[in-house]
Structures are given as structure tokens and as C-alpha cells.
């Protein structure tokens, strides 16, 4: 494979949008070029901007999931989703509005527009929130592959949280399952026939995060959501961010027995694939029983485990313990899965 560092006229790759190391590495090198405001380069889930004595926080997503529609959601469940938990893993949970715009395909069935409609208004329900803006593009048949959201959203925050905050000492929680979505919408676009057990887990999580902050205050330190990537992208930006490491527990990683499967037939790592209802969350150690007791009390927390541990030294290195010995975790963009999100 052509790396881009000896090609003269080099040309995006499915890579680049992997969220790994060459998708951060194309941000770099051409979003970011010039860009010196920090809150840009902080490349956090959210944009966080001081108002008044309040913090505006402002995400914006795109989303092209093929198939639109799958097990446990669809394009329109996962637009609204998508920015209200990168909102939330700002420690914004109070969502004012989203914006969508739908750029779609010349022949697409308006009873589809009208289902995924239907569902962007249920999350939006959910969430506590609403669509306050809008705008629809129609491209020529061939032109687009179907359809693709751009959402975007915002709301007001007195503190917020950065994904760089975790502290040797902390552990990290996750909210539930791993690999579920991922792993639901490629068994659903290859046919594996897993659809009947094996369900994405989309879904907004501004109200689960809220529980785990009013529990938690201030020794609540960093939050992400495992979305494209999956843990392991997660938990290295996490260290790397925060100038520490992370020893992952591989026996206490709560995955569902389809999820599992699915990952098996695939030959796909569930850890890197991408989770859309589902928060990383660092927390002091001592607080950690009463988080995770205060979460699963919580319809979307039920399955929430503390997975792993956060160490000084050696920033941005991820371990995985799997019983046996540890292993590094490394991020890898050789299998970029596509239009998963
Ligand atoms: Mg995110």
C-alpha cells in the first residue's frame, strides 16, 4: 500500500475516515493547516465556547450508514444520536436544537424519507430536544449512494468535561456492550442472518450521562463515546490526551454473546468497531461502585462495567490484560470498515 508520505499526489483512502491514526493524521495535515485556535485543534467530541458565565458547546456530525436501515435502528436515529452524545461527552446534556441537513438520492422512496423522518423525531423525543432548522439537497441518480444526513447541535453547559482529563488513578466505566453497533450493521449488510439477536445499540445518552454527573461532580474527569474506532480508539486518544496509560481488563469487557459471534464470523476485533450508545467514562476510583451502581439503575446503563484502569507513564500506550499477559492495543487502519456510521 502507497503511504502517503511518498506519494507526490497523494489521494484520500478509505482510511482516512477510519478514525484512527490516518484519519487524524489527514485532519492534521489539511483541516487543521493554518488553524491555530485551540479549541479547533483540541479535537474534542464537542466545541466548547465561553458565554456569558455559561459554556456554549457545539457538535456537528455526517453520517452515510449503509444499509440506512438496521437492526435497532437506522440513518435517522443515528443522525440525532451521534450529536447529542458528543454534546454529552462535553457535559452538555441540556440540548437546545440540531440542524439536519438530507442530501439524497434522485429515486429514493419518499415512504423511506418519511420512516427515517419519524425516527430522528423519537430520538429527538428521547433526548429532550428538537430539530430547530433544516435544509434538503436532491443529487442525480448515481450521483449518491442513497442518502446522507449532516446534523448539527448545540446547548449550554456550566461544566464541562474534555476527554482529556483522565488522572493516574481514575478507572474507566463503560455504559454497556461493546461492538454492537458495528458489528449489527455489517451482519445486516452482509446477510450474516445475526439480525434476530444481534441489535445496535443507538441511542442518545445525554439523560445516562446526567445520572453518572450527578453522582459523580467533580470526580467525574473525562467521558468519550467508542464510536468509529471503537474502545480502542477511544482509550488511546483518551491516554494520549491525557498524558497517561490504560490497562484494559479483556475478561471485564461486557459484550453480548451475538456480538461475539458476529465478530468471529467477520474476523473483525470487537473493540475497534464503533459503538453509538454507549460512553467511556473516567472516574476517581473511589467513586466508581456508586457510579456504576447509579448507571445501571438507568435503562441504558444496565450492563455497565468499570473495564479498566488509567497509570502514569508511558502517555497514550493502551494495554490490554487478557489473563494470560498483556499486549498493547494499537489502533490499526488496515481494515477501515466503511459506512458503518
Ligand atoms: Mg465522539
Same mark, same amino acid.
Given at each position: 500500500?502507497? *503511504?502517503?508520505?511518498? #506519494?507526490?499526489?497523494?489521494?484520500?483512502?478509505?482510511? *482516512?475516515?477510519?478514525?484512527?491514526?490516518?484519519?487524524?493524521?489527514?485532519?492534521?495535515?489539511?483541516?487543521l493547516e493554518g488553524v491555530t485556535d485551540p479549541e479547533a485543534r483540541a479535537?474534542? %467530541?464537542?466545541?466548547?465556547?465561553?458565554?456569558?458565565?455559561?459554556?456554549?458547546?457545539?457538535?456537528? %456530525?455526517? $453520517?452515510?450508514?449503509?444499509?440506512?436501515?438496521?437492526?435497532?435502528? #437506522?440513518? @435517522?436515529?443515528?443522525?440525532?444520536?451521534?450529536?447529542?452524545? %458528543?454534546?454529552?461527552?462535553?457535559?452538555?446534556? &441540556?440540548?437546545?436544537?440540531?440542524?439536519?441537513?438530507?442530501?439524497?438520492?434522485? !429515486?429514493?422512496?419518499?415512504?423511506?424519507?418519511?420512516?427515517?423522518?419519524?425516527?430522528?423525531?423519537?430520538?429527538?423525543?428521547?433526548?429532550?430536544?428538537?430539530?430547530?432548522?433544516? #435544509?434538503?439537497?436532491?443529487?442525480?441518480?448515481?450521483?449518491?449512494? @442513497?442518502?446522507? /444526513?449532516?446534523?448539527?447541535?448545540?446547548?449550554?453547559? &456550566?461544566?464541562?468535561?474534555?476527554?482529556?482529563?483522565? /488522572?493516574? !488513578? &481514575?478507572?474507566?466505566?463503560?455504559?454497556?456492550?461493546?461492538?454492537?453497533?458495528?458489528?449489527?450493521?455489517?451482519? =445486516?449488510? $452482509?446477510?450474516?442472518?445475526?439480525? !434476530?439477536?444481534?441489535?445496535?445499540?443507538?441511542?442518545? /445518552?445525554?439523560?445516562?450521562?446526567?445520572? =453518572? /454527573?450527578?453522582?459523580?461532580?467533580?470526580?467525574? *474527569?473525562?467521558?468519550? #463515546?467508542? +464510536?468509529?474506532?471503537g474502545a480502542t480508539s477511544a482509550l488511546t486518544e483518551m491516554a494520549e490526551?491525557?498524558?497517561?496509560?490504560?490497562?484494559? %481488563?479483556?475478561?471485564?469487557?461486557?459484550?453480548?454473546?451475538?456480538?461475539?459471534?458476529?465478530?468471529?464470523?467477520?474476523?473483525?476485533?470487537?473493540?475497534?468497531?464503533?459503538?453509538? @450508545?454507549?460512553?467511556?467514562?473516567?472516574?476517581?476510583?473511589?467513586?466508581?461502585?456508586?457510579?456504576?451502581? =447509579?448507571?445501571?439503575? $438507568?435503562?441504558?446503563?444496565?450492563?455497565?462495567?468499570?473495564? =479498566?484502569?488509567?497509570?502514569?507513564?508511558?502517555?497514550?500506550?493502551?494495554?490490554?490484560?487478557?489473563?494470560?499477559? +498483556?499486549?498493547?492495543?494499537?489502533?490499526?487502519?488496515?481494515?477501515?470498515?466503511?459506512?458503518i456510521c
Amino acid at each position: 500500500m502507497k *503511504h502517503d508520505a511518498d #506519494d507526490p499526489n497523494p489521494r484520500v483512502r478509505l482510511a *482516512h475516515g477510519a478514525g484512527g491514526p490516518a484519519m487524524r493524521a489527514l485532519i492534521e495535515s489539511v483541516f487543521l493547516e493554518g488553524v491555530t485556535d485551540p479549541e479547533a485543534r483540541a479535537l474534542g %467530541d464537542s466545541a466548547v465556547l465561553p458565554l456569558g458565565d455559561r459554556f456554549l458547546v457545539v457538535s456537528t %456530525d455526517a $453520517h452515510v450508514v449503509m444499509p440506512p436501515f438496521f437492526p435497532g435502528g #437506522d440513518i @435517522g436515529r443515528l443522525s440525532v444520536s451521534g450529536v447529542v452524545n %458528543d454534546l454529552a461527552m462535553a457535559g452538555c446534556c &441540556d440540548v437546545i436544537g440540531l440542524t439536519s441537513s438530507v442530501i439524497v438520492e434522485e !429515486g429514493f422512496p419518499i415512504e423511506a424519507l418519511r420512516r427515517i423522518q419519524r425516527s430522528m423525531q423519537v430520538a429527538c423525543a428521547e433526548a429532550g430536544t428538537r430539530i430547530v432548522s433544516g #435544509d434538503t439537497k436532491v443529487m442525480q441518480k448515481g450521483e449518491i449512494d @442513497g442518502i446522507a /444526513l449532516s446534523t448539527s447541535g448545540f446547548g449550554l453547559t &456550566d461544566r464541562v468535561l474534555r476527554d482529556s482529563g483522565l /488522572l493516574a !488513578g &481514575d478507572v474507566v466505566i463503560t455504559t454497556g456492550t461493546l461492538g454492537d453497533h458495528g458489528l449489527a450493521v455489517l451482519s =445486516a449488510r $452482509h446477510s450474516l442472518g445475526l439480525e !434476530g439477536d444481534l441489535r445496535s445499540d443507538v441511542a442518545p /445518552l445525554n439523560g445516562l450521562v446526567r445520572v =453518572a /454527573l450527578d453522582r459523580a461532580g467533580s470526580k467525574l *474527569h473525562a467521558m468519550k #463515546d467508542p +464510536t468509529r474506532g471503537g474502545a480502542t480508539s477511544a482509550l488511546t486518544e483518551m491516554a494520549e490526551k491525557s498524558g497517561v496509560s490504560i490497562v484494559l %481488563d479483556e475478561h471485564a469487557v461486557p459484550m453480548s454473546a451475538a456480538a461475539r459471534a458476529a465478530a468471529e464470523i467477520l474476523g473483525i476485533d470487537p473493540l475497534s468497531v464503533a459503538n453509538e @450508545g454507549k460512553a467511556l467514562i473516567g472516574v476517581e476510583a473511589s467513586e466508581a461502585a456508586a457510579v456504576l451502581e =447509579a448507571l445501571r439503575a $438507568h435503562p441504558l446503563g444496565v450492563n455497565a462495567a468499570c473495564i =479498566a484502569r488509567v497509570e502514569a507513564g508511558q502517555p497514550g500506550a493502551v494495554w490490554l490484560d487478557t489473563g494470560f499477559g +498483556t499486549r498493547r492495543l494499537v489502533e490499526r487502519d488496515d481494515q477501515p470498515l466503511p459506512r458503518i456510521c
